[in-house]
């Protein structure tokens, strides 16, 4: 039980060591990823299918990003 108890506050010890550099990393990535978009969009006007696909692809390999070496 003890030693359990050791593993979790371990790994939760290093989960909150790490949260605040991912997450200010993903705010800026996010920043700069929607203020691109939103010059796109309102400078193509309406958004086309290939621009939601495109979109949808940014997002996934932000996401993959993040989470592959951490």
Known sequence: MSGKC????Y?????N???PSILSNVSQRLQSFF???NFLRT???ELSPN???SFFVSLS???LEIFSLR
């Open 35 to 37: 203020f691109i978009f």
């Open 43 to 45: 400078f193509f006007g």
């Open 61 to 63: 390999l932000i996401f």
């Open 11 to 15: 790994f939760s010890n290093s989960f």
């Open 17 to 19: 060591r790490l949260t």
């Open 51 to 53: 621009m939601l696909y």
């Open 6 to 9: 050791r593993k979790g506050n």
